[in-house]
């Protein structure tokens, strides 16, 4: 059974990154300090969950890190990317996408991974967790609108 966690573990570290090819590496760089930024803050989330016993995560690809890198570098990282690619610029769209895909998080593959041993909620509930991811989404639509100001004005200074 535990050879089959740190599987799954792997796979939602590296399959998303399979995916990179079809992005293409404008959209990449363009969306990776967003990505980078959110993946801070669920990293200081996910400390923060550890230490109020908020969320487990039962397997870790790697043991002696209490956050789920392969969660937070894999599927997450480059679903940012994806969804800004797909979405940026319409915010209805935008928000609309991410209340679906976290809706699904929250409610049915938190399900999966905890019926496979890999992640739990504690003391959060998945109603909580919903809301919480929302809320960042809607903070990492404005952060990317503040990167896009910072580049075009750096962009109409360097002609």
């Known amino acids: ?3 089959r966690r740190k599987t799954l573990s792997f796979c939602t570290l590296v399959v998303p990154w399979l995916t990179i090819p079809l992005i293409g590496k404008n959209t990449l760089i363009r969306f990776m300090p967003v990505a980078t ?3 801070y803050v669920f990293g200081l989330l996910s400390e923060t969950a550890d230490n109020n016993k908020w969320w487990k995560v039962k397997n870790p690809l790697f043991p002696n890190n209490r956050l789920d890198i392969s969660y937070l570098l894999g599927l997450f990282f480059i679903t940012t990317i994806w969804v800004f690619k ?3 610029g319409n ?7 991410n209340i679906i895909i976290d809706l699904i998080f ?5 399900k999966f991974f905890t019926k496979v041993g890999v992640f739990e909620f504690k003391k959060m509930r998945p109603k909580h967790f919903f809301i919480l991811s929302v809320s960042i989404a809607i903070i990492m639509y404005f952060y990317q609108l503040l990167v896009e100001r910072v580049i075009t004005k750096e962009s109409n200074q360097n002609q």
């Not at 929250?106 to 938190?110: G, K």
């Open 37 to 39: 930024f959110v993946g």
């Open 86 to 88: 797909l979405t940026f």
């Open 91 to 97: 915010f209805l769209k935008y928000l609309a996408t």
């Open 1 to 3: 059974m535990i050879n």
């Open 106 to 110: 929250s409610f049915s593959l938190v």
